[in-house]
Structure formats: structure tokens, C-alpha cells
């Protein structure tokens, strides 16, 4: 029998632990398998992994030798938080004496940090300078800190992101005395040592949490016989060794959101657009911008921290969101659910049950407003109506739809409300979900400015079982286009078992060097490798915030090298099909620009516009704009042909100056130079990318006007 090679992802949700095992090379899935999430089993979420992994292997008649890649995403970073489970924490600050060290030494003594929930990190103080860092007296400080009732030792330094060592000291004097800890320098390399210190705070007071967790997993993957790594999820949506983990547990916050992102990303090939994690009682919206989720910093107790993770709202709004209603009206739909609720949904209940239905009016929880409505039956049964409901009396859940039910269960169930509300049983369905899309539509609104995606680019991603309830009427209404993936209840699990190595290095540079920047992706590389990234498959993106000169390098990179070439999957047809959809025009419409064996550029002219799209072999649309100009040159005339598209596309608004946004395909990667405030900053980022390229090698420049939404 020939041997397989398989990705292993499991993903941790609230309810249910899921597992999917793909084939490396077609990444179809070759088993599935699913457990309850095991929070109450004295291991934690580990106990429902480690179930869940060996289901899968078990039951799908997998060889733990096949097993090339294998990670799970975790709640228990969010969890930790969320419920208080944390350490106190003991911070040692460090800086230089006199005026300088009164400064820092406030900056450092972080109060304890409210989580939101009425529960708080405990923290504790003590400033030593610099001068006086050293073994013995670092030994001296931590043993006050415990007695003072820390379990957990921080390390912040003022100015560390220039030099570790006394960072790194007190990890050493830390793990000598047997205590686990958390240095800032670990989690950022960017100035600011308030926030830096309080990320060090947070990320140690869930290390012993996460210590457990992250030891009982790995040591049942061993024991099952497999050999590669076990890679996390982390919340910017790649994933990471579980060494590094244990350093940093803390990245790993939102990471089952960043999951369904990744599995979306890969089944819908999704370039921009506005995901939604839709389930019974929230929904979770981000954004995909040319093909990679929006990250941004976590924000914990009010504070920001320099913790990556997904650019998310979360809304108090679902698939199983309850009606409330007053004085023959409409009141509100959610934030309560048909599950807080303990009932069923209408839709989902058989219509020999619906039997004199009967209005009444509740409130779910102690506290909780008085107007939220049930149906009583003749049985004596109560149950609910629900967004679920609504979607499936109007028409928009299709039979393939999770969320698809009993649609005459429903009409009869809202016929009640519809009766006090003096309306038909189809407008009041209507009302409902327009009570919904009123609180879904200011956020997709805020994402498509703050990312500047425009309307005509825009494509609602929708995973969970909740989401055929919400994004066909919002899309209607918006009228924007939307996809509901195949696979949408494991699309988690998929994600997981499809990312790739992430590491991001992150530095304040006023004026970068072509040498500033090199230095950078070095560091970018070399700490994804650290990671388990192959090093010939790591490519490092730039990102530059204009306003604090904060240059950013994130590295992405396999774990290994995929078994799948570069050869076209997608033929020039296709492609030129899928450009066609995006721009909502026909095939016939659209111009070949550009190609080559791994890219096609496509345009079409609109008035004085073209509209771009950039697709690659796989069929991803990389690039897309409304207002854009693409050049084929080799890479030795790469510094003349920019000039001349940033002179071509350079915009003027009032009295504020546009920049365009450059992306340059090299090889088989896509650049995105976005956000550059000046031609020379864009050639000096730019130029790290051709010191070891070939002058004849041919490339693509795409130069962009971005008109916001």
C-alpha cells in the first residue's frame, strides 16, 4: 500500500471538539471525527483533543507514521481569561537610575488588570536598575515576589527591545528557583514600556494553564506514535511550535476564530470580503483583505497590548438570536438565544408538534427584560422563534443549508406574533432579520472603510451553523454577493490542518535603510523557522503604518515542503471566469493584461477606469481593484517602471495627497506595499526584495488607486 501523508487539524469550539485528517497532496479529508469539548474533565480541553485525535486516527484506519503535519487551535488562552483562571503575577522592571528610573518604574508597576468580567490579574512590584541586575539579586527579588503571593514572574526592561540580556536574566534566575516566566521581549520588539509590560503580565498570568494543557497533548500525541511536531493555532491565524507556546500562550487568543478564517480562506478562495463566524448565540465578523485576514492588537481590560490577533467584532446576534416584542411591535431580536433560553427553535420542531400555538412573552434570565417571545403548544411544550426561523419562512436557507428546517413549523409558530403585530407571517419574518442586518450592517460598513475594500470587491464568507440565517438577507439587502463554503461545520478543523507557520517581528524605524529592512526579514525568518517553517518555503511580507513609522515583517512558511507543484490547476479560462464573477461582468468583457505560468492579470475598462484582478495557479484572485494600471519589466528596470505607475496614479482628494497601493509579483509570491506615504519609503522597502534577484527575471507591478466604500 502506497504511503499516505496527512494533515491533522482539530479544532476546540464551545460545544464540540472537531477533528479532520487531509490528504497532504489533494487535501481532500480522509476522515472526520467529533467530541463534546471536555471543560469539566480535570485536564481541561486537552482530554476532548487528545479523544477527538485519536477518533480520527482510530476510526479512519490512518498510520500515525502518515501524519506529516498535526496542530489544534485552543480556547484556553480566551477561557483563562475570560473566567479569571490566571496567576498572580510578580513583575521585576528594570531601567537606568536617577530621573529616568522614577519614570520607568511607574511604568512598570502595572495595577492589577480588570478582565471585563469582574475578575482581575493580581499583580505585584519591585524596580531594580540595570547596574544592579545579576543572578543573586534577581534570586533576592523574585523570592519577595513570592511571598508576596506571585506564582508567575514578568520581566520587562525599559528600552529591552535594544538589549535582551537582562530580559533573558530573569527567565534564568526564574526557572532556577522553579517558577515559570514571562518576558516582554518574547511577545514585542516595539518601544512602549507600559504596554509591553502589561502584555508580559497577561501572557504570564495563563502560562500555568496553558503549561498543563500544553503537556498533557503533546505527550499523548507522542505515546499515539506520532513524530512530527504539534503545532498551535495562534490568533493571527497561523500556527506555531508548542515550544514557542509555552513562552507565548498568550498569541494564542481568538485562535478558533482564526481557524474558520483559514479553512474559509482555502475552500472559497476568498480575496476580499467580510467573514462571519455565525452560531446559535454570536457571531464573530473580520475581514479578508487580498486573500489574508485582518489582524490587529487584542485589547484586554480596556488596554491595548501587543498581542496579535484577528481584527474582530463580536455581535450579540445569531442563528438562534430570540425575538423580543411590545405594544404590537418589533422590539429587538437577541442578545439572548434560543439556547440560554432552554428551548427549541420553531423551525426545528416537528409541525404534528405545532398544535394551537400560543404568544407569551418571558424574560430568558433573572435581569432580563420581560418582552422576549415563546410560542406555548397545546402539549404544553414551549418553544422559540429565532433568525433561523425567520430565514427559512422567507426562503433564503437552501435544503443543503445546516440551518435548514421545518419551514411550515415556523409560519405556524410565527403566526401569533404575526397576528399582535398586525402584519403577514412573511413580513414579520421580514422584520426580524431586519432587526439583525441593522446591527450587521454599521460593522461591515466600519471594516470596508477602515480597510479601505471597495463595494463592487466585497463578498460575504459565512461559516457555522448559523450563517445561512443571516448572510443571504444582509447580502440581499447590501447587495453584495455571498458564500457559504462546503464543509462549513468542520471548516474550523480545516483551517487548523491548512496553516502555516506565522512570526512577526515588529520595530519603530522613522527613516528605514534597504539594510533596516533586510534585517528585519532576516529576524522575521529565522524566528519562523525556530518555529518549524522549512526555510526555502518562508516568504516575509512588509507592512508600514505611516502615522507611528512602525514597519512590520510578518513570515509565513510550511512545515514542511508541500507535495503539490506549481503547475496550473486553474487554465487561463477559468481564471478569467473568476476574474469575470468578481467584477460582475461576462467573460467576453474581460481582457487578458498580463500572464505567465504562475499568474494572470485581467482587466476591464470601465468610463475612465480599469478594473484589475491578479489570479493566481490556483485559482486565488490576489489582487482586485477598481482603478488600477499592471506592467510586465524585468527586475533590473524595476525602480523605473514604479516611478513612472506611482507618477501615473497618484491622487489628489481635497487637499490631502493619495497614494497608490503597489504590489509586485516575484517568483511565485505576491507583495502588497500598501500604505507607503512617499515614493523614495516605497523603492527603499521595495528594494530588499531584488538584492538577490536575477536582472533578467521577469516580474509584475500593479500600481492601485483605493477609492474607500
Known sequence: MEKRSIRVGIDVGGTHTKAVALDNATHEIVGESIV??????????????????????????????????????????????????????????????????????????????????????????????????????????????????????AGSKAFGVDDLKEELLVREAAQEKGMLASVASDISKLYGLTRRTRTAAINGSILPKMMNTAESTESSVRKAGIKVPLMIMRGDGGVMDITEMKK??????????????????????????????????????????????????????????????????????????????ANGHLV?????????????????????????????????????PEDYVRIKLKSGKRVTITNSCAANVLGLVKETDYSYGNVESARLCMKPLADYMGVSVEECARQILDKAYEKIKPVIEEFAEKYRIEKDQITLVGVGGGAAALLPYTAKEMQLNYSIPKYAEVISSIGVALAMVRDVVERVIPNPTTEDIRQLKKEAATLAVKNGAVPDTIEVQIEIDPQTSKITAIALGSTEVQTTDLQLKCGEEEARGLAAD????????????????????????????????????????????????????????????????????????????????????????????????????????????????????????????????
Request: hydrophobic fraction near 40%; charged fraction near 20%.
Open 248 to 325: 507565548r500562550p498568550v498569541l494564542t487568543m481568538l485562535s478558533g476564530p482564526a481557524a474558520s478564517v483559514m479553512g474559509a480562506l482555502m475552500y472559497l478562495r476568498a480575496s476580499n470580503g467580510i467573514y462571519f463566524e455565525v452560531g446559535g448565540t454570536s457571531t464573530n465578523i473580520g475581514v479578508i483583505k487580498n486573500g489574508r485576514p485582518a489582524v490587529e492588537y487584542s485589547i484586554v481590560g480596556g488596554h491595548r497590548t501587543y498581542i496579535n490577533s484577528l481584527d474582530v467584532r463580536v455581535l450579540g446576534v445569531a442563528g438562534g438570536s430570540m425575538v423580543r416584542a
Open 332 to 368: 429587538d431580536v437577541g442578545p439572548r438565544s434560543a439556547h440560554i433560553g432552554g428551548l427549541k427553535y420553531a423551525v426545528y420542531t416537528p409541525t404534528g408538534e405545532i398544535e394551537e400555538p400560543e404568544l407569551e412573552f418571558f424574560s430568558p434570565k433573572p435581569g432580563d
Open 582 to 709: 468578481s467584477m460582475h461582468a461576462k467573460p467576453e468583457e474581460v481582457e487578458t493584461l498580463i500572464k505567465n505560468d504562475i499568474f494572470y492579470v485581467f482587466g476591464r475598462t470601465v468610463g475612465e477606469k480599469q478594473q484589475v484582478r491578479l489570479v493566481d495557479h490556483r485559482g486565488f484572485i490576489k489582487v482586485q481593484n477598481s482603478d488600477a494600471v499592471a506592467r510586465l519589466c524585468k527586475a533590473g528596470e524595476w525602480e523605473e517602471a514604479v516611478a513612472e505607475l506611482w507618477n501615473a496614479q497618484l491622487g489628489y482628494k481635497t487637499d490631502m495627497v493619495m497614494t497608490p497601493d503597489f504590489f509586485l509579483c516575484i517568483g511565485g509570491k505576491v507583495l502588497d506595499f500598501s500604505n507607503t506615504l512617499s515614493l523614495e519609503q516605497l523603492q527603499t522597502i521595495m528594494r530588499s526584495e531584488f538584492l538577490e534577484a536575477d536582472e533578467n527575471e521577469p516580474i509584475i507591478l500593479i500600481a492601485a488607486k483605493t477609492e474607500v466604500f
Open 36 to 153: 463534546m469539548t471536555s471543560h469539566d474533565d480535570p485536564m481541561g480541553v486537552a482530554a476532548g483533543v487528545i479523544e477527538c485525535f485519536e477518533k480520527c486516527l482510530t476510526q479512519n484506519g490512518i498510520d500515525p507514521d502518515d501524519v506529516v503535519f498535526i496542530a489544534h487551535s485552543t480556547t484556553q488562552a480566551t477561557n483563562a481569561l475570560l473566567e479569571g483562571d490566571v496567576a498572580k503575577v510578580g513583575i521585576i522592571g528594570m531601567g537606568a537610575g536617577g530621573l529616568e528610573a522614577m519614570l520607568a518604574k511607574r511604568q512598570t508597576n502595572i495595577p492589577a488588570i480588570d478582565l471585563g468580567t469582574g475578575r482581575f490579574i493580581e499583580t505585584c512590584h519591585t524596580y531594580m536598575k540595570v547596574k544592579d541586575v545579576n543572578k543573586e539579586s534577581l534570586g533576592k527579588a523574585i523570592d519577595e515576589l513570592k511571598a508576596q503571593g506571585a506564582t508567575v514572574i
